[in-house]
């Protein structure tokens, strides 16, 4: 990544980007358009409703969460016309919700989803509500996976997500710096249409480019030397080894914590993320001094809730190159310091 900067509209980009692209959309497991943006996960989120969308236009919102609740925010900015459908923070968004509210409301446009709910460490079931939306409505499907994708399995074609996207600073072991988006035929039939505000995340100017192998705007090169570099690594790899690691580190985690006496938020085992685990904060213990040693004496940083789970929970990210000796010295840093503030 600190190799020196190359023309962007020269040979060697055109290849850089190539290669990424066609890399990326294995990853994707999609044959639908890709592009790499330069912003960071939100940039693409914001690129998947202006590029569909019209003021106005009808749009359900599922969300269990607040990543959930900020992709609907998004959908506010540009005017939409939101119905939000909530579930308990903590358990999976109901696939038989959304078919009620796509009964409920037949000029619904689209629907919202986040695959993976990283405030909860709930992984939603795609694959249902994909087969809801799309199977069974027709609807546009515009999913946030920017804390899934990569590391758990999502096959865009096998379950016909319309929009899916992505960050480079979770999933794919490199730093902030780019999004990822894949953009299918549907989509590209809305965008026709779509009259929402764009210009940087306009889609078909990227498209115009991408032909050419390049971006509208000066590309962050530093981090598409990462990828490149980490998509190498996935496709070594495998995709099969790389969800098989996730699994078997995500449990690691989960068994090692609820062996401490620990409780876990998600409670539907099926559903429980296997990048991040999110645990219950015991009640009487105070969550900002527990985590405070754990960072300075442990050097262990975990985070804490958000939203209305501030204070209730505390998170461990377990993304990418972390390993299951990373994870157990976490549980030892844990064993040491909740009996410390009272567990
Ligand atoms: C991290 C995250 C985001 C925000 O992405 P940025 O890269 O910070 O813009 C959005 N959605 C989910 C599910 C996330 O985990």
Redesign the pocket.
């Known amino acids: 990544m600190s190799d020196h900067m190359i023309n962007h509209r020269g040979p060697e980009f055109f290849e850089l980007i190539t290669e990424c692209t066609e890399k990326l959309k294995q990853v994707f497991m999609t044959e639908n358009d890709l592009f790499i943006l330069t912003?960071?996960?939100?940039?693409?989120?914001e690129a998947s409703i202006v590029n569909t969308l019209s003021p106005g236009d009808k749009v359900l919102a599922a969300s269990a969460?607040s990543?959930?609740d900020?992709?609907a925010d998004l959908l506010d900015a540009y005017g939409a016309e939101v119905t939000r459908i909530t579930f308990e923070w903590g358990e999976p968004i109901d696939p038989d919700g959304i078919r009620q509210g796509l009964k409920d409301d037949p000029e619904i446009k689209a629907v919202i989803v986040?695959?993976?709910?990283?405030?909860t460490g709930v992984t939603h079931d795609l694959q249902s509500i994909a087969s809801v939306v799309k199977g069974e409505f027709g609807k546009l499907l515009l999913v946030?996976?920017?804390?899934?994708l990569g590391c758990v399995p999502l096959p865009v074609d096998g379950w016909d997500c319309d929009v899916v996207?992505t960050?480079?600073?979770?999933g794919f072991m490199i730093p902030?710096g780019l999004?990822f988006i894949s953009f299918g035929r549907d989509a590209w039939e809305a965008q026709k249409e779509a009259a929402m505000p764009r210009f940087y995340f306009d889609l078909e100017e990227a498209k115009k480019y991408l032909d050419r192998g390049q971006t509208p705007w000066t590309p962050n090169l530093s981090a598409m030397y990462g990828l490149r570099a980490a998509l190498e690594n996935i496709m070594d790899e495998g995709m099969e080894g790389v969800f098989g690691r996730h699994a078997s580190i995500g449990q690691f985690t989960r068994d090692g914590v609820r062996a401490m006496g620990l409780e876990l938020l998600c409670a539907d085992e099926a559903r429980a993320s296997n990048t991040?685990t999110a645990v219950k904060m015991p009640i009487h213990i105070d969550g900002e001094q527990m985590m405070e040693i754990m960072r300075t004496e442990e050097n262990v940083v975990l985070a804490g809730g958000q939203g209305k789970l501030t204070g209730h929970i505390f998170r461990i990210g377990i993304w990418a190159t972390l390993n299951e000796e990373h994870i157990q010295e976490v549980l030892d840093a844990l064993g040491r310091v909740l009996p410390r503030v009272g567990f």
């Open positions: 912003s960071s996960g939100t940039g693409a989120l969460g990543f959930g900020r992709y986040t695959h993976n709910e990283t405030s946030d996976a920017v804390s899934s996207s960050g480079s600073q979770k902030p999004a991040v």
